[in-house]
């Protein structure tokens, strides 16, 4: 069995299936924090996983950025959008992207304004300004978490999508992600 590093014409390759499943369980817990917030907010549990959630979100900026820039290497091997859904599938993973680059950068843009230091993955990445500023706060505040709940949606939408055409249609576009060079 061959191990491709590099995206080819019917699947992806290690690099891309690697950023692809760690964004994908990092999303996850953004998305479980964010509804344990939401829903039992100043609880261990939810205290715990949202401990977490500016680190992660800082994390998965980076992750997304080094995807992306990956992605763009690859992007004459990667499987071809010739029918009408799989142009729209592309254009619903470009909005994913600019959505996962978005989101963490309204809240680092909201932790900016701030008048606390900001502190991810064990660094302080600024410390807080003299006095708020109410601009880049509220962008936050109003943003971040309409656009993260937006995110969650097209990612709903892309997991449902990737079973209707595994299961329903039978294709096999779930073995490109998971079996890379396999799926030939």
């Not at 999303?27 to 959630?53: E, K, N, Y």
């Amino acid at each position: 069995m061959e191990t491709r590093m590099m995206d080819h014409e019917h699947g992806y390759g290690m690099v891309s299936r690697f950023f692809h499943w760690l964004v994908a369980l990092l999303l996850l817990w953004q998305m479980v924090s964010a509804m344990l917030r939401f829903a039992f907010d100043d609880t261990p549990v939810a205290d715990f996983f949202f401990g977490f959630h500016f680190s992660n979100g800082v994390l998965l900026l980076c992750l997304t950025l080094l995807r992306g820039i990956w992605g763009l290497l690859n992007l004459s091997r990667r499987p071809p959008h010739r029918r009408t859904i799989e142009r729209l599938a592309a254009l619903g993973h470009v909005l994913m992207y600019l959505l996962m680059i978005a989101v963490p950068t309204i809240a680092l843009i909201r932790a900016y304004g701030s008048d606390r230091p900001f502190s991810a993955l064990g660094m302080q990445l600024f410390a807080g300004q003299e006095s708020e500023i109410e601009w880049m706060t509220n962008l936050g505040g109003q943003w971040h978490g309409l656009l993260g709940w937006l995110l969650f949606a097209l990612i709903a939408g892309h997991i449902a999508m990737a079973l209707v055409h595994t299961y329903v249609w039978k294709e096999p576009l779930i073995s490109r992600m998971t079996k890379g060079s396999d799926a030939l």
